[in-house]
């Protein structure tokens, strides 16, 4: 089962975490809570997903790719699905840090194996990884990928 402050207490953890931040890329964000949370928080936030219907917070209605320009202090994403890899690429592509909670693999992997894949990449790609875990039900592992560059 969610938690229903999943969205509050990851936006305040990027807030604490990365508080020089303040343009924050949230991929493949669904409907935009987590946006609305970092953005009471005072970030400048931008949604990306493909849904129709969303809040009415500032979102990029599309598929988010490395080749995005990078606008973005941060890039983050809550369960971010098939687009998990993608936020470690983009991050140090564009050599800016990322916070992910992952949720379910896309390769079909359990879930050990894949937080230890996704830190193996993120640390090859160049990048300092952290890991965390927030207070909440469900799958509350964060991993935090710093450039090393």
Same mark, same amino acid.
């Given at each position: 089962?969610?938690?229903? !402050?999943?969205?509050?207490?990851? =936006?305040?953890?990027?807030?604490?975490?990365?508080?020089?931040?303040?343009?924050?890329?949230?991929?493949?964000? *669904? !409907? /935009?809570?987590? %946006?609305?949370?970092?953005?009471?928080? *005072?970030?400048?936030?931008?949604?990306?997903?493909?849904?129709?219907?969303?809040? &009415?917070?500032?979102?990029? !209605?599309?598929?988010?790719?490395? &080749?995005?320009? #990078?606008?973005? &202090?941060?890039?983050? /994403?809550?369960?971010?699905? *098939?687009?998990?890899?993608?936020?470690?690429?983009? =991050? =140090?592509?564009? %050599?800016?840090?990322?916070?992910?909670?992952? #949720?379910?693999? &896309? %390769?079909?992997?359990?879930?050990?194996?894949?937080?230890?894949?996704? =830190?193996?990449?993120?640390?090859?790609? /160049?990048?300092?990884?952290?890991?965390?875990?927030?207070?909440?039900? *469900?799958?509350?592992?964060?991993i935090v990928g710093v450039p090393q560059r």
């Amino acid at each position: 089962m969610a938690d229903k !402050q999943r969205f509050e207490k990851f =936006a305040r953890f990027v807030a604490e975490r990365f508080s020089a931040a303040r343009r924050v890329y949230d991929i493949a964000g *669904g !409907q /935009g809570r987590l %946006n609305e949370e970092l953005t009471k928080l *005072g970030r400048e936030t931008t949604t990306f997903d493909q849904r129709h219907k969303h809040l &009415d917070v500032r979102y990029a !209605q599309r598929r988010f790719t490395v &080749d995005e320009p #990078c606008a973005c &202090d941060v890039v983050v /994403g809550m369960h971010p699905d *098939g687009a998990t890899r993608v936020i470690i690429e983009y =991050a =140090a592509e564009h %050599n800016v840090p990322f916070a992910i909670v992952p #949720c379910c693999s &896309d %390769n079909g992997m359990s879930y050990k194996p894949w937080m230890r894949h996704l =830190a193996e990449l993120a640390t090859t790609l /160049g990048m300092a990884v952290e890991h965390h875990t927030l207070e909440m039900q *469900g799958r509350a592992s964060v991993i935090v990928g710093v450039p090393q560059r």
